[in-house]
């Protein structure tokens, strides 16, 4: 299965820690992120990820275009929800359309750490194989 990771700058030492606990299961699988999230989960864990842009420069555009061709089978998307923290409206646009995307596409999405314990553990158990049979798999994503 692919896993797309995104982080925002205060939730990337979590995600790191999160891809430590859950290594074993990650690494069974492929795994992609924007390109900063994707330096710190590979520096902690040693996985491979494919990178991409960082995220406020295309990299959350390159995940949701992923997520539209349905080359995306789950997405851990750790978001700073402090209501101080300033976030622009193309931001924002950004944000909704890949969370969109994946109400769209039948995408499981994890938002916070606990679902993603959710996820990641039902992913272990087999739980989501369901996504190999109701959605094609496209040429990039038919390796696993």
């Known amino acids: 299965m692919q896993i797309a990771i995104i982080a925002h700058?205060?939730?990337?030492?979590?995600?790191?820690?999160?891809?430590?606990?859950?290594?074993?299961?990650?690494s069974r699988h492929s795994l992609c992120?924007?390109?900063i999230t994707a330096k710190y989960i590979s520096d902690a864990t040693g996985l491979e990820i494919e990178s991409f842009l960082p995220g406020l420069q295309g990299g959350n555009q390159q995940i949701a275009s992923r997520v539209a061709y349905?080359?995306?089978?789950?997405?851990?998307?750790?978001?700073?929800?402090?209501?101080?923290?300033?976030?622009?409206?193309?931001?924002?646009?950004?944000?909704?359309?890949?969370?969109?995307?994946?109400?769209l596409y039948n995408i499981p999405v994890a938002?916070?750490?606990?679902?993603?314990?959710v996820l990641i553990t039902a992913l272990g158990n087999g739980d989501l194989d369901w996504r190999e049979y109701i959605n094609p798999r496209s040429k990039a994503s038919s390796s696993n």
């Open 111 to 117: 938002t916070n750490i606990a679902t993603a314990e």
């Open 33 to 35: 992120a924007t390109s």
């Open 70 to 103: 349905n080359e995306i089978d789950v997405l851990l998307y750790f978001r700073d929800t402090n209501p101080k923290t300033r976030i622009s409206l193309t931001e924002y646009e950004n944000e909704y359309e890949l969370l969109r995307l994946c109400d």
């Open 9 to 26: 700058d205060t939730k990337k030492e979590l995600m790191a820690q999160f891809c430590i606990a859950y290594c074993g299961i990650l």
